[in-house]
């Protein structure tokens, strides 16, 4: 049975894709702040729940992720999958009104704490038998083109392009293999103004269409079955009219 770490696993993308590994025979260890939710996750899988374990994990704390780690290799001697999905916002502000405390918030968990978690995944990924594993990013089409006043989401979103990048060269020795997942108007809690409308880049209001966040954990479910002689370093799945292509 292959042990994954999903970040973010008590809602949205992250607990979607937690069911759908569930339901592929993985042994899922959910991460996340809140131990409630988390345990809303477990619940939701009914009787594969008991092949989930939740670590309550602030994954921009760094003895949190390496406890996080650390657990894992006690309980399962081994991590096949990372899915870094823990992300956060702030409401759309002016860039020039953007405090320092926003930025940083956005920054320590979008980008240092995926940063973290993959470093802690190298270290147990190179060193067990057989060696290697994969990470997948949860990346965004902000990470190829911004909203309209999203500064820190963008900035981060753009780095971890970046990070993605530097993992899958980095990891080539150890046969640790990434890929970036960049996700459009999937209906989670942060979409759930699309069907209402949205500031588009020339200062409308407008409805934008939105997909069912099953087909994303079904994308990550089909990129984590993939032997690692073979990788897909980045996908992009999104509603198909959303304003993507001439967006800005």
Same mark, same amino acid.
């Given at each position: 049975?292959?042990?994954?770490?999903?970040?973010?696993?008590?809602?949205?993308?992250?607990?979607?894709?937690?069911?759908?590994?569930?339901?592929?025979? %993985?042994?899922?260890?959910?991460?996340?702040?809140?131990?409630?939710?988390? *345990?809303?996750?477990?619940?939701?899988?009914?009787?594969?729940?008991?092949?989930?374990?939740?670590?309550?994990?602030?994954?921009?704390?760094?003895?949190?992720?390496?406890?996080? @780690?650390?657990?894992?290799?006690?309980?399962? &001697?081994?991590?096949?999958?990372? @899915?870094?999905?823990? &992300?956060?916002?702030?409401?759309?502000?002016?860039?020039?009104?953007?405090?320092?405390?926003?930025?940083?918030?956005?920054?320590?968990?979008?980008?240092?704490?995926?940063?973290?978690?993959? *470093?802690?995944? @190298?270290? !147990? !990924?190179?060193? *067990?038998?057989?060696?290697?594993?994969?990470?997948?990013?949860?990346?965004?089409?902000?990470?190829?083109?911004?909203?309209?006043?999203? /500064?820190? %989401?963008?900035?981060?979103?753009?780095?971890?392009?970046?990070?993605?990048?530097?993992?899958?060269?980095?990891?080539?020795? %150890?046969?640790?293999?990434?890929?970036?997942?960049?996700?459009?108007?999937?209906?989670?809690?942060?979409?759930?103004?699309?069907?209402?409308?949205?500031? *588009?880049?020339?200062?409308?209001?407008?409805?934008?269409?939105?997909?069912?966040? /099953?087909?994303?954990?079904?994308?990550?479910?089909?990129? /984590?079955?993939?032997?690692?002689?073979?990788? !897909?370093?980045?996908?992009?799945?999104?509603?198909?009219?959303?304003? %993507? /292509?001439?967006?800005?």
């Amino acid at each position: 049975m292959k042990i994954a770490i999903i970040t973010g696993a008590g809602s949205g993308i992250g607990k979607s894709t937690a069911l759908a590994l569930l339901n592929e025979g %993985y042994t899922v260890v959910l991460a996340g702040r809140k131990q409630e939710q988390l *345990q809303t996750t477990i619940n939701a899988a009914g009787p594969l729940g008991k092949f989930a374990v939740a670590i309550p994990t602030d994954i921009t704390k760094p003895n949190d992720v390496r406890h996080l @780690f650390a657990q894992v290799k006690a309980q399962f &001697g081994r991590l096949d999958l990372l @899915f870094n999905n823990a &992300g956060t916002n702030v409401p759309g502000l002016l860039l020039e009104e953007i405090t320092i405390e926003q930025w940083n918030t956005v920054l320590a968990t979008n980008l240092t704490g995926s940063f973290l978690c993959t *470093q802690e995944a @190298f270290k !147990m !990924m190179k060193n *067990q038998n057989p060696q290697g594993g994969r990470i997948i990013n949860n990346g965004s089409i902000s990470a190829h083109v911004p909203r309209p006043n999203s /500064a820190p %989401y963008t900035a981060t979103k753009h780095a971890m392009t970046g990070l993605t990048k530097s993992t899958t060269l980095d990891g080539r020795k %150890y046969n640790i293999v990434c890929s970036q997942i960049d996700i459009g108007n999937a209906l989670t809690d942060m979409a759930k103004k699309m069907p209402s409308g949205v500031l *588009q880049a020339d200062g409308t209001i407008a409805i934008e269409p939105v997909i069912d966040v /099953a087909h994303v954990a079904a994308t990550i479910v089909h990129l /984590a079955n993939l032997p690692l002689d073979v990788n !897909m370093p980045f996908v992009t799945i999104m509603a198909s009219k959303m304003p %993507y /292509a001439g967006r800005g």
